[in-house]
């Protein structure tokens, strides 16, 4: 095994991604961490970021989905984190790589944005879209409530960037955006049953896998329960 491909194959272990020192593979050392993860994300490839002040400002609005965020709770987990998610947000988009790739994405080609935190600008949307350019092989779904930043780069948008929005609030879809491929919303248990919504997320994108890859395969509509609240949707639903 070459130096390079050692190196490459270590940063596929560590999930670090163009760790290459300047001149070898890529042209500087911009780096896109492909983030760890349990729960929902378990074993997909994703990329995080910072939480904005959006996410920060959505966090005092009643009812706003943003009020139960996975991203709060898992940075206070681990704080060390911090840095490589800045990391991903600073990043020169004209740095990401220049040649291509030599890493295998992940087994099935895709990868998610946004597991954690969201697109701050136009910016974050860039870095991922020129990433879908180089990475021409794999398809990402891009998560954001943010669609506003989507809708400004829509000339420049790749055909593997795939862009799933994220309702505001719980219980409420959003109206969904020209620029989305899918809508996400999170319902409670008993606004779930008394409206007869149906719930077609089953929380564990790895095994599931339908909002990744070929869009041909997605529900357009994904509806998850409220955290914690299955057992009572359940009970509710009489299963
Ligand atoms: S429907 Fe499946 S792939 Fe989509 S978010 Fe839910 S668990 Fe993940």
Redesign the pocket.
């Known amino acids: 095994m070459s130096t390079v491909d050692l190196v490459l194959e270590l940063a596929q272990r560590k999930n670090i991604v163009n760790i290459i020192p300047k001149g070898k593979l890529f042209k500087s050392h911009g780096c896109m961490h492909w983030s760890k993860m349990t729960g929902?994300m378990f074993g997909k490839r994703a990329i995080g970021r910072p939480m904005t002040s959006r996410c920060l400002d959505n966090q005092e609005i009643d009812g706003c989905i943003c009020q139960k965020c996975y991203a709060t709770t898992i940075n206070k987990v681990y704080p060390n984190m911090a840095a490589a998610l800045q990391r991903n947000r600073d990043v020169n988009p004209d740095d990401v790589y220049t040649n291509p790739p030599a890493f295998a994405c992940n087994d099935d080609m895709t990868w998610r944005s946004n597991w954690n935190g969201d697109y701050q600008d136009e910016h974050d949307v860039l870095i991922d879209m020129e990433l879908c350019y180089v990475l021409n092989y794999a398809v990402c779904t891009a998560w954001t409530k943010n669609i506003a930043a989507v809708e400004a780069m829509e000339d420049y948008r790749p055909s593997n960037y795939t862009v799933m929005q994220s309702s505001f609030m719980i219980n409420e879809q959003d109206d969904m955006s020209d620029q989305a491929d899918q809508i996400?919303t999170i319902y409670t248990a008993e606004y779930a049953a008394e409206n007869d919504i149906e719930i077609?997320?089953?929380?564990?994108?790895r095994l599931?896998?339908?909002?990744?890859g070929d869009l041909s395969h997605r529900?357009k509509v994904?509806n998850?329960l409220l955290k914690g609240s299955e057992a009572k949707y359940f009970e509710l639903m009489g299963l």
């Open positions: 929902k996400f077609n997320c089953i929380g564990a994108c599931c896998k339908r909002c990744y529900p994904v998850e």
